[in-house]
């Protein structure tokens, strides 16, 4: 007997998630990260409390308590996670499959059920990459666990509340991930209030800036969540981290400036970039764009060799295109972009 001969039969073959490419001196426009990075309040609270990492965590009471009142819920509605990623898995691991997403979407939602061992429905967005809620609801009948990215990664549309009404309606598990949810204005964590199949996914790694901490949230209602609540394992977030949160979450002020500033250079940038090639309208942190009859690798070489790192797609399955991820960084970045596109030939 070998090894091999103990591993799980849907081990082999996995798809790994590859995180966007990370080189020193370089600018990077490819994991939607905030470049003007944390308030300066996150940095002070994590030197401070440096000397304390020999305690086990215990703010998690109070991480909860700010995020809830942010949220707009009772803390009772509101649980922590080593990022989205965790709370995700916390989630797979608590509800029955299959498990269905609409596609492109973030990869994880196919990633992790698979992981798991879970059976998954990729369903198609229309053509321009717009939501078909009938459609969707059609083909993943099977499923009773749905992952919908609001905006939706990589194409930065939102989903429109009377679709996900529609969805929530079915009576199954719906989990709502509204990482980029600053950067469009629309939540809907209130449905959360009156449907127990619904779950928001929410980050701090986002517009708050603090992506390398590794701090996410999740709301529902205090019944749901409790079930997911009790695969959670002690300590996951780390004591650095928790200090991190609390900081951001009391500088609001501060995150929202940032937003605004992205948000503003979103628009100059697709107005710019649509004005060469074809930009998917997006109220996210990220633009979209199909660089066709360009390919996506030859886009991404030529971003490179300007030192600026920029997620690549190619083509995906049942769409036409090329397309590459540009995360939207700051205002000067963003000049640097522009200048590097500008000298590409044609």
Same mark, same amino acid.
């Given at each position: 007997?070998?090894?091999?001969?103990?591993?799980?039969?849907?081990?082999?073959?996995?798809?790994?998630?590859?995180?966007?490419?990370?080189?020193?001196?370089?600018?990077?426009?490819?994991?939607?990260?905030?470049?003007?990075?944390?308030?300066?309040?996150?940095?002070?609270?994590?030197?401070?409390?440096?000397?304390?990492?020999?305690?086990?965590?215990?703010?998690?009471?109070?991480?909860?308590?700010?995020?809830?009142?942010?949220?707009?819920?009772?803390?009772?509605?509101?649980?922590?996670?080593?990022?989205?990623?965790?709370?995700?898995?916390?989630?797979?691991?608590?509800?029955?499959?299959?498990?269905?997403?609409?596609?492109?979407?973030?990869?994880?939602?196919?990633?992790?059920?698979?992981?798991?061992?879970?059976?998954?429905?990729?369903?198609?967005? =229309?053509?321009?990459?717009?939501?078909? @809620?009938? *459609?969707?609801?059609?083909? /993943? #009948?099977?499923?009773?666990?749905? !992952?919908?990215?609001?905006?939706?990664?990589?194409?930065?549309?939102?989903?429109?509340?009377?679709?996900?009404?529609?969805?929530?309606?079915?009576?199954?598990?719906?989990?709502?991930?509204?990482?980029?949810?600053?950067?469009?204005?629309?939540?809907?964590?209130?449905?959360?209030?009156?449907?127990?199949?619904?779950?928001?996914?929410?980050?701090?790694?986002?517009?708050?800036?603090?992506?390398?901490?590794?701090?996410?949230?999740?709301?529902?209602?205090?019944?749901?969540?409790?079930?997911?609540?009790?695969?959670?394992?002690?300590?996951?977030?780390?004591?650095?981290?928790?200090?991190?949160?609390?900081?951001?979450?009391?500088?609001?002020?501060?995150? =929202?400036?940032?937003?605004?500033?992205? @948000?503003? *250079?979103?628009?100059?940038? /697709? #107005?710019?970039?649509?004005?060469? !090639?074809?930009?998917?309208?997006?109220?996210?942190?990220?633009?979209?764009?199909?660089?066709?009859?360009?390919?996506?690798?030859?886009?991404?070489?030529?971003?490179?060799?300007?030192?600026?790192?920029?997620?690549?797609?190619?083509?995906?399955?049942?769409?036409?295109?090329?397309?590459?991820?540009?995360?939207?960084?700051?205002?000067?970045?963003?000049?640097?972009?522009?200048?590097?596109?500008?000298?590409?030939?044609?």
């Amino acid at each position: 007997m070998s090894v091999k001969d103990f591993v799980k039969p849907h081990v082999f073959g996995l798809e790994k998630y590859v995180p966007g490419e990370y080189r020193e001196g370089f600018i990077k426009l490819a994991s939607n990260e905030n470049n003007y990075g944390p308030s300066p309040k996150v940095v002070k609270a994590v030197r401070g409390n440096a000397g304390r990492s020999h305690v086990y965590p215990f703010l998690d009471s109070e991480v909860r308590n700010l995020a809830a009142r942010y949220a707009g819920v009772s803390e009772d509605c509101v649980m922590t996670g080593n990022g989205s990623d965790e709370l995700m898995e916390l989630v797979l691991k608590t509800f029955q499959g299959p498990v269905a997403s609409f596609y492109p979407s973030y990869s994880s939602y196919r990633i992790f059920p698979r992981m798991l061992g879970m059976e998954f429905f990729d369903i198609g967005l =229309r053509p321009d990459f717009s939501w078909d @809620v009938e *459609d969707f609801i059609l083909k /993943a #009948k099977r499923a009773n666990l749905f !992952f919908i990215g609001s905006p939706n990664n990589p194409t930065g549309r939102v989903v429109e509340e009377a679709d996900l009404v529609r969805l929530l309606d079915e009576g199954k598990i719906v989990v709502l991930d509204e990482a980029y949810f600053e950067f469009s204005g629309q939540s809907h964590v209130k449905l959360t209030k009156k449907y127990e199949n619904l779950l928001v996914l929410r980050t701090l790694s986002k517009a708050f800036g603090i992506g390398g901490l590794r701090v996410g949230y999740m709301v529902g209602s205090p019944e749901t969540v409790s079930y997911v609540n009790s695969l959670k394992p002690p300590f996951s977030i780390a004591s650095l981290a928790e200090f991190a949160a609390l900081a951001a979450l009391k500088d609001l002020p501060y995150m =929202r400036s940032c937003v605004r500033k992205i @948000v503003k *250079d979103r628009e100059r940038l /697709a #107005k710019i970039l649509g004005s060469r !090639f074809k930009v998917v309208p997006s109220q996210a942190n990220f633009l979209l764009m199909d660089v066709s009859p360009m390919s996506s690798g030859v886009f991404f070489n030529r971003m490179l060799r300007e030192r600026i790192i920029i997620r690549k797609f190619g083509k995906f399955k049942g769409f036409n295109g090329d397309y590459v991820r540009i995360t939207v960084g700051t205002s000067e970045e963003n000049e640097r972009l522009i200048k590097a596109v500008s000298k590409l030939p044609g």
